[in-house]
Structures are given as structure tokens and as C-alpha cells.
């Protein structure tokens, strides 16, 4: 690269990426169909602002690569890559003006045209575009150039402003069941998007926490840090106290959708707690986990369901066996795997995960299970008069079930059971040399895991009334992998992280159904390229994962000098 | 290299004290057994035995099936031949996973997407040739212009999924390349529903293909035979690209070892680049061919023949090309063939609900009595 014209090719190759990037969105129909979303009302729409966010990151991107320390020459290259960007997508809007895209594209639509032209005509519109994007070149590369905490502060503002637009069908519903942050919900927001006073407020509340945030949260951290161990000890437990309390109001305060959300979340939770034995404990890659759900499933629904009419046990005689039935196949089906391997062990898993799926789906064991038509008429769980049928109720029992698993799975972590998983997990041939029985240990965890996922499967069944074999498929396995991975694998508060992160937010957005998982897999990709550990990682793996990287070490250093001032 | 790592059995006592040079052969003998008898643990014994118990009702199912004389040497035909087109799809799929299994030592698990995303773009292509009556016209050459594109968007999708989302990832421990595969192969598999709409689209019929053959009772439907050969052709070139070509060889030297091959003067990222332009173009291909024997298109149609081929080719042992292709064209043959055969004569309802379940089971067996699949040795080594 020759020094001076180095300096725009680099930006513009990022603006070329970029300006793909809004084109496919666009194409997708992602701005279309947002663009009847406000963040705030009557001015600025999500699919604007999703557009928008390609343009600056890519700009900032261009900033922060330029070589050489010249302001002057980043904001050059900035402001290059928001014009490139632009200008590819003013190609693409060109294109779609005198050619019929929408033959193959179906998005292409002359609404999406309209909009990307801000309803101008074609000329004015892709100028008004080139503009725009090199204005936000420029902006973003001013961005870049301020300091570190003007950064965080205008970044965290301008985040908080997007999500609470994002989220205001959920919120404002919520807000609205109480009396006094009704007051708020009406001041905050229009009937669609952030009311600009609201909007105001909020940019300059959130703005103004982070920043002070930032110049005392040491200093209170060090106060902290400073008190004598007791008075630590009770600070936490006042905060657990509290955490504890919140998670019993929980779905009172948030209302019937939302616990809805929170039941399924929390059989996540126990579902990512047993794979987190397997896979983060013991590094037993396990793809066919879900048949263990599928068998504590149909467990309860055989004993308890009086449509097949075998038994008509209750719930609670019945999980006993749910539970016993999904160690025992834990064991059965952990026999034939032993002596494999790594992705050969994955894919043997998976295979039995599909083995299940397709016998209970078959006709011919129908009699016994039900087929296509599942099981239907669970019986609801009760204790004594008490039914637990509505999502509000069943939370309670999805969370004394996540505590008692978490519980486990958390003193088994540093039992000598754990320890032996770990060392397998780390190199099973020394493990074996160590003493360690690999057998054993290796049944051990699959019929532990396969166990809690029985539990959850029980409740599951329960939940819903009914069991088809639909719904155990292999893509259920391979949720709950990401969900523990996601979180950081072997560690507990991260699989709750992750579960919250992966189950509860797609559903939470579930009027962007159309996108959901095009999302989740996007994010699955930049999570793996850029934190590779997860959200909340054991402190033995992040140790691990960033031992052999100096240079990310040193980026975060660098990111946070306020730290090594 | 000699050593097969997979097929190793905890190996304690027995094997060291063979080695101890000559002795009396009753000593050694007693030696053997006794090392037999300490390797054979209590789940070996329970795992031949359920092996034995499969393969007895297979046997007998098979024997009752034929002795009830329900299918004719026609029907048999039928399904052989349409479990060698089926199986020869499998195989040229496999063939993606296996070379990129056999050089990165990743499963891809958005290769499905990359086998979607080349037919349904050129099912535009053909729908466009249809209406306008050059496919009828000209045949041979349309279908030379769908197999062209759908094997350059194949390619053009593998190499960008190589260059965004694996390549940073080289040395990230082995879990997370494979979420970020996941995270790729949705994020695929929603942009094509984006882009193209959620539809099943059919495929517009050729004329040429359609219509049989006769052989006396036998009989070949022509797209059935087309598939069959076009794959072979397919394989046969790829085969001969990777063992004769000197790309080839830099391909497989690199595959072997990453570090001599890059100190050999090979460009280790560049033969990375090719292996997964190969894999794309042999999806691309495969996508077509699918398209021609299942009439249509849809944005999840890569999944479940993703998964298929991934079987296959850890059936044929994964790492190995040939082996791909053996075991796709097994497993095609044993889905079609074995709910007829085996399950028939057991008297179970509805055998061919259960066909994928033997397809599992067969993948199952293979990985418990031969860990390092059917022709899989060479790569054993650094596997696990």
C-alpha cells in the first residue's frame, strides 16, 4: 500500500463491505419491515437506525485501522468509508430504479425504494444518501476520536435510547399494570416510539449514569474493597437477599407474557445446567441431548396421561420414574460411547438424539406412544388443592427446580467427581494414567445430565398438557449447546446468562419473528469471533482462551487506560 | 501412522508384555489370552452382544422378508437404483465435509447452507429459461448454465463462510469454531428466506429427463440414471484433481500437517481457500442434481441432506475423499433398500418411516465397532 493512497483504499474497502452489508439488509427486507418501527415517534425508524448502525460502524472501523497517527487522516478515512458505503447503496437503489429486482428479490419492493430515497426522486435521493453517509463518516470518526469516556457515555446513551425503542411493546404493557409508572410509560412513549421529550431524557439520564458511573464506580469499588471481610460478607448477602426476593415477585410484577418467557428460560436453565455436566464439566461433546428431555417427556405423559390409559399416576409419583428413566437411558446410551471421541462422539450423540425422535414419531410403536398425534391430557401439577397451571404458577416450580439443579451441579463442580470430569475434560489419556476410572466417570456425567434434563422435560410436559414428538428435535440440542456455550462453558451463572440471552430475548422479540434466528446466528458468529469464552466464563477457561493472546490482551488494556492511570 | 488412535482400547498390562522377545509358545499364548481377557472390559462384551443381537435380527428380518416373496426382483431394482442417485447426492456433499474436516479438523456445519444457496439462485435462472422456452430448445445447455451457477454461488458462499467467519478462528479451541458453524449456517438459512421469499419453489421440469428406460423387466427412470452419472463423472474428476494435480497434493500435504506443508512453501491459506471452493462447487453441484430428482427448492432444504452427508462421511471414515464417497452411496443404498428388507419381515407397520432411523443405527454400529469409519485410517492419527 503507498502511503497517501493507502489512507482512502483502506477506508473504502471497509465502505464497500459495508455498503454489501445495508444492500442484503435492505434485500432481506429488513428495512422495509421496520420501517414502520419509531424509536422515536415520527423521527427516526428502526430500519433507519439499523442502516445507520452499518454506516458508522464501518466508519469507525475505518478510523480505528487507519495507519499513522494523523486525526486528520482517520476522519479522511472515515468519512471515505461512509461515502463508499453510500454510494453502494445508492448503486444498488440506481439498479432497482430502472431494473424489476423483485423477481428474484421479493423484497425488493418499490416501497423499499422509497424509503432508501427518502421518497425523493431517484437523483436528489442517492444524493441526499451520499451525504448523509459521509456526514455520518465523519461523526462516527469524531467518535473515535474522543476520549474513552466520552465514548462509553454518548455509546451507552445511544444504546439505551435503541433498546428501550426496541422494546417498548414489552415495556409499556408492563409499565402500564402500575399505577405510578404508568404516569412515566405515558410521558416516554407515543403509541409507537419514544416520545421526543422521553427520548431526550433518556439520551441525557442514561448518559449522565454512565458517565458518573465511570468517574466514582472505582472509587466505590474500592470502598468496597476497603471494608473488613464481615461487613463484605453481609453487603453480599443483602444483594443475594435481594436477587432472591426479586426472582419470588418476579412474574407478578411482570405479568402473563412475560412469565410465559421466564418458564422458558428457566427450562433452559435446567436443560443448559445437565449439558453444562456433559459438555462444560466433563468435555463430552453430547449433540443427541435432547432425547433425554424427550424420555423424562413422554415419561410423565405415559404414567400420568390417561389418553393411552397405561397408568394414571400424579406428577409427583410419576417424576421418580422420569428422572430414574432418563439416567437410566443417561447410562445405556453412554455405554456405546465411551471409547469415542470428540466430533466422532458428537455425531454418534446426535444420531441417537434422531434415533428416539424417529421411533417415538413412527407408527410402529403408536400404540405405546402415540406417534404423530403425541400424548395429550397431562394432568396439571398439584400439591395438596394447589394447581399449578398458569405460566405465573408453574415459574415456581421451573425456579425450586433450577435451584436444587444449580445447587448441585455447583458442589459437584469442586467435589472429587468434578475434578475428575475436569481432568478428563483437559487430556483424557493423563486423567486415565491419574487414576481416574474413565468408565464411570464418564456415565457418571452423562446419566447426571441426562437426569436434570429428564427433570426439566417432566416439567415441560406438564407445562404444555400435551407431548409431540415434534417437539423434541435435533435443533433443541443444538440450542441448548449454544446456550451453554454462549454463557461460557462450566460455569452456572453463565448458563442462566446464556439461556436469558438466547431463549428469553428471541422470544421477548418475537415480533420480529421473521428475523429472529437470522439474528440469533449472526450473533452466534460475532460472539465466537470476538468472545470466544462467553458472556460469563469460568475463570479457568478465560485464563485458558486468552493465554496464547497478547495482542487482545494488550487491546484491552488499551481500551481501558482509566484502569493503569 | 501406524497407530490407530480411535480403535484403542485402554491398553493395560497385555500389550507391553507381549513385546518382551521370544518365548515358549505355550507362554505366549497363555500371554495372549490373558491379555484378551484383561483388555475385554464389561461394556466391550455388552456392546458385541448388542451388535450381535442387531445383526441377527437384520439377518433374520432380510430372511423373512425374501422368504415371504412380497418384492420382486423389480422392486429391488427400483430401490437400488434409487438408492445409488440418492447415495451419489449424499457423496458429493460429503465430499465438502471431509475435505474441509480432513484440513481444518472442523465439522462445517453451514455446508448444508452452502448446498442450499446454489440451487435455489439458480432455480431463478432455470425458471427464467422455462418461461422464455430455451429449455426446451436447448436442453443440454441450460442445464450447463444452472449447474454453472449454482456451483459459482456455492463457491462464492463457501469462500466468503472460510474468509468472515473461520478463518479468524484457526486456532480457537475446537468447540468454537464449530457454534460459530451453527451461527452461520441459520444466519444463511434466514437470508435466503429473506432474499427469495419462504416458498417452496418448483423446479421447472426438463423434458429430456423425464421418462424411463426398460430392460426387460427392469426399469430406469432417465433423471435417476442423469444423477447417477453425473455424480460419478463429478467425483471421478475430483478425485483425480486432488491426487493428481499438484494443487491437489498441496492440498493433501497440508491437510497432513499444517506447519511442514507452510515450511515446504505451501500457502497454507490460499490451499484452504481451495479446498472450500472445491467442497462449494461439488455442493453446488450436488444442489442441482437434488433439485432435478426432488423437483424443488426451499431455504431449509439443505438441512436434513446436510446432515446425511455429514453421516456419510464420517461412515466412510472422515478426512478421506474416497471414503466420502463410498459411504454416501452406502447410506443412500442402505435407506433405500433397508426398511424393505429389514424391518419388512419383522412385521414392523410402516417400515419406511424408519428408514432415517437405520441410516442413525448403521452410524451408530460403525462408530462402535470401526471408530475410524470404513476407509478411515490415514487421518485417525490427530483426530479425537
Not at chain 1, 418475537?510 to 465466537?528: C, N, P
Amino acid at each position: 500500500m503507498q502511503p497517501g493512497f493507502g489512507l482512502w483504499q483502506s477506508g473504502m474497502k471497509i465502505g464497500l463491505i459495508a455498503g454489501g452489508v445495508a444492500v442484503l439488509i435492505s434485500l432481506i427486507g429488513m428495512v422495509e419491515a421496520f420501517s414502520q418501527r419509531f424509536i422515536i415517534s415520527e423521527g427516526i425508524t428502526l430500519g433507519q437506525t439499523l442502516l445507520l448502525t452499518v454506516g458508522l460502524f464501518a466508519s469507525y472501523q475505518a478510523a480505528r485501522k487507519t495507519p499513522g497517527p494523523r486525526p486528520f487522516g482517520r476522519l479522511a478515512n472515515a468519512a471515505a468509508a461512509g461515502l463508499t458505503a453510500a454510494a453502494v447503496l445508492g448503486f444498488f437503489i440506481f439498479l432497482g430504479g430502472h431494473l424489476n429486482l423483485r423477481k428474484v428479490f421479493i423484497n425488493a419492493s418499490p416501497l423499499l425504494f422509497k424509503l432508501l430515497t427518502f421518497e425523493q426522486e431517484l437523483g436528489p435521493g442517492i444524493c441526499l444518501l451520499l451525504g448523509i453517509g459521509a456526514a455520518g463518516g465523519i461523526v462516527a470518526g469524531l467518535f473515535f476520536l474522543a476520549s474513552p469516556r466520552v465514548r462509553k457515555t454518548l455509546g451507552a446513551a445511544c444504546g439505551a435510547l435503541v433498546a428501550m425503542g426496541v422494546l417498548q411493546d414489552l415495556l409499556a404493557p408492563t409499565f402500564a399494570l402500575w399505577g405510578p409508572l404508568a404516569v412515566i410509560n405515558d410521558w416516554l412513549y407515543e403509541v409507537n416510539g419514544l416520545s421526543l421529550g422521553g427520548a431526550v431524557f433518556l439520551f441525557a439520564g442514561i448518559g449522565s449514569a454512565t458517565h458518573l458511573w465511570g468517574r466514582k464506580g472505582p472509587a466505590i469499588q474500592r470502598a468496597f474493597g476497603r471494608m473488613s471481610p464481615a461487613r463484605q460478607k453481609t453487603v453480599r448477602l443483602s444483594g443475594w437477599l435481594l436477587v432472591a426476593l426479586l426472582l419470588l415477585v418476579l412474574p407478578q410484577i411482570l405479568g402473563l407474557f412475560l412469565s410465559e418467557v421466564l418458564t422458558i428460560v428457566g427450562l433452559y436453565v435446567l436443560l443448559g445446567l445437565g449439558l453444562n455436566i456433559v459438555v462444560g464439566y466433563a468435555g463430552l461433546l453430547d449433540l443427541g441431548y435432547v432425547a433425554f428431555f424427550a424420555i423424562g417427556s413422554y415419561t410423565i405423559a405415559l404414567l400420568t396421561s390417561p389418553e393411552l390409559g397405561f397408568f394414571s399416576l400424579s406428577f409427583w409419583t410419576a417424576l421418580p420414574f422420569a428422572i430414574l428413566f432418563g439416567v437410566l437411558f443417561g447410562v445405556l446410551l453412554g455405554i456405546p460411547v465411551l471409547k469415542m471421541r470428540g466430533d466422532y462422539l458428537a455425531i454418534a450423540t446426535l444420531g441417537f438424539g434422531e434415533i428416539i425422535r424417529i421411533l417415538v414419531l413412527s407408527d410402529f410403536l403408536r400404540p405405546w406412544l402415540g406417534g404423530a398425534q403425541g400424548v395429550g391430557k397431562i394432568p396439571k401439577i398439584a400439591i395438596g388443592a394447589m394447581e399449578f397451571g398458569t405460566p405465573q404458577e408453574i415459574y415456581y416450580l421451573i425456579l425450586a427446580g433450577c435451584l436444587v439443579v444449580g445447587f448441585i451441579s455447583y458442589r459437584l463442580r469442586d467435589s472429587r467427581l468434578g475434578r475428575a470430569w475436569m481432568a478428563l475434560r483437559e487430556d483424557e489419556d493423563v486423567a486415565q494414567a491419574m487414576g481416574i476410572n474413565l468408565v464411570s466417570t464418564k456415565l457418571l456425567a452423562f446419566a447426571t445430565g441426562a437426569g436434570f434434563s429428564a427433570l426439566s422435560g417432566a416439567i415441560f410436559a406438564t407445562k404444555l398438557g400435551s407431548v409431540y414428538p415434534h417437539s423434541f428435535n435435533v435443533m433443541i440440542s443444538i440450542n441448548i449447546l449454544c446456550v451453554i456455550i454462549v454463557g461460557g462453558m462450566g460455569s452456572i451463572p453463565g448458563v442462566i446468562l446464556g439461556a436469558v440471552a438466547l431463549v428469553g430475548l428471541p422470544e421477548l422479540l418475537r415480533e420480529f419473528a421473521e428475523y429472529r434466528l437470522l439474528v440469533y446466528g449472526a450473533v452466534l458468529v460475532a460472539m465466537m469471533l470476538l468472545r470466544p469464552e462467553g458472556l460469563w466464563p469460568e475463570a479457568v477457561r478465560r485464563r485458558e482462551l486468552h493465554e496464547e493472546e497478547p495482542e487482545e490482551a494488550e487491546a484491552k488494556t488499551a481500551s481501558s487506560p482509566d484502569r493503569s492511570r | 501412522m501406524g497407530v490407530i488412535y480411535g480403535n484403542l482400547s485402554p491398553s493395560r498390562g497385555g500389550g507391553v508384555a507381549n513385546r518382551g522377545g521370544p518365548r515358549p509358545t505355550a507362554e505366549r499364548k497363555e500371554m495372549n489370552l490373558k491379555g484378551w481377557r484383561e483388555r475385554i472390559t464389561v461394556t466391550d462384551f455388552l456392546m458385541w452382544v448388542t451388535g450381535g443381537a442387531i445383526l441377527l435380527l437384520i439377518v433374520w428380518g432380510s430372511a423373512a422378508t425374501l422368504a415371504s416373496g412380497r418384492y420382486q426382483g423389480h422392486h429391488w431394482f427400483d430401490f437400488v437404483v434409487f438408492g445409488l442417485a440418492q447415495g451419489s447426492i449424499y457423496a458429493l456433499i460429503a465430499m465438502g465435509y471431509t475435505m474441509v474436516y480432513g484440513i481444518l479438523r472442523m465439522i462445517n456445519f453451514a455446508h448444508s447452507e452452502v448446498f442450499m444457496g446454489g440451487p435455489y439462485t439458480a432455480y431463478f435462472v432455470a425458471a427464467a429459461f422455462a418461461s422464455s422456452g430455451f429449455l426446451d430448445r436447448h436442453p443440454v445447455l441450460s442445464l450447463a448454465v444452472v449447474f454453472i451457477v449454482s456451483m459459482a454461488v456455492s463457491t462464492l458462499i463457501a469462500v466468503l463462510l472460510e474468509r468472515v467467519a473461520y478463518r479468524p478462528l484457526r486456532n480457537a479451541p475446537r468447540l468454537v469454531p464449530l457454534i460459530t458453524a451453527i451461527g452461520a449456517s441459520f444466519f444463511l438459512q434466514y437470508t435466503f428466506r429473506g432474499l427469495y421469499g419462504s416458498g417452496f419453489q418448483a423446479y421447472p421440469v426438463v423434458k429430456i429427463l423425464e421418462g424411463q428406460w426398460l430392460l426387460g423387466d427392469f426399469r430406469i427412470l432417465k433423471f435417476q440414471a442423469v444423477v447417477i452419472i453425473a455424480a460419478a463423472l463429478l467425483m471421478a474428476g475430483l478425485y483425480l484433481f486432488v491426487q493428481r494435480t499438484r494443487v491437489g497434493k498441496a492440498i493433501r500435504a497440508v491437510s497432513e500437517d499444517q506447519e511442514a506443508s507452510s515450511l515446504m512453501g505451501i500457502s497454507t491459506d490460499r490451499m484452504i481457500v481451495t479446498t472450500f471452493v472445491i467442497g462449494g462447487m461439488s455442493a453446488g453441484a450436488a444442489g442441482v442434481l437434488y433439485a432435478l430428482m426432488f423437483k424443488q427448492v426451499h431455504f431449509f432444504m439443505g438441512f436434513i441432506p446436510g446432515i446425511k452427508a455429514f453421516t456419510a462421511a464420517v461412515l466412510g471414515g472422515i478426512g478421506n475423499i474416497p471414503g466420502a464417497m463410498l459411504g454416501g452411496i452406502f447410506l443412500g443404498l442402505v435407506e433405500s433398500v433397508g426398511p424393505s428388507l429389514f424391518l419388512d419381515g419383522l412385521g414392523i407397520v410402516a417400515p419406511y418411516q424408519l428408514k432415517d432411523a437405520i441410516a442413525f443405527t448403521m452410524l451408530v454400529l460403525v462408530l462402535i465397532f470401526r471408530p475410524t469409519g470404513l476407509l478411515g485410517e490415514r487421518l485417525a492419527v490427530k483426530k479425537a
